[in-house]
């Protein structure tokens, strides 16, 4: 399975234990992790100014997305396809990669429930998937 993992759920996953962490752990060694640059820069900022990790911190998990994710550059996406235009390019990264789905708590995504051949999913969605299949 190709699998997006939005900004706020890889912030979650690298900054607190749980659920956010277990899938992220799952899909990077079961499935196929797509990111693009737009989402690592995303990750970069919110964790060094939001959540004031260390820059060193930062480039760390920076290195380990990059270098254990597929990095996709993403597909241009018409403007009416979600309500907030900066979403645009999560999407454009899910169909440039063909994903399976697109796994984020932005409700904003969350709404438009399919996008292509991407399924919209909030982390806990995918957790009750990957267990039926398990």
Do not use: W
Not at 15 to 30: I, S, Y
Not at 49 to 65: D, F, G, H, N, Q
């Amino acid at each position: 399975m190709r699998v997006v993992f939005d900004t706020n759920v890889l912030i979650a996953a690298f900054a607190t234990q749980g659920l956010c962490q277990a899938l992220f752990e799952v899909c990077v060694r079961r499935h196929e992790v797509i990111v693009g640059t737009h989402i690592l820069d995303e990750v970069d900022r919110k964790l060094g100014r939001k959540l004031k990790v260390p820059a060193a911190t930062v480039s760390e998990i920076r290195a380990y997305l990059e270098s254990h994710c597929t990095v996709e550059r993403p597909v241009p996406v018409p403007s009416d396809a979600c309500r907030d235009p900066k979403d645009l390019p999560i999407l454009g990264i899910a169909a440039a990669s063909r994903a399976d789905c697109l796994v984020t708590g932005d409700r904003d995504l969350l709404v438009v429930k399919r996008y292509h051949e991407t399924e919209i999913l909030a982390p806990r969605q995918l957790y009750d998937a990957l267990r039926r299949t398990a």
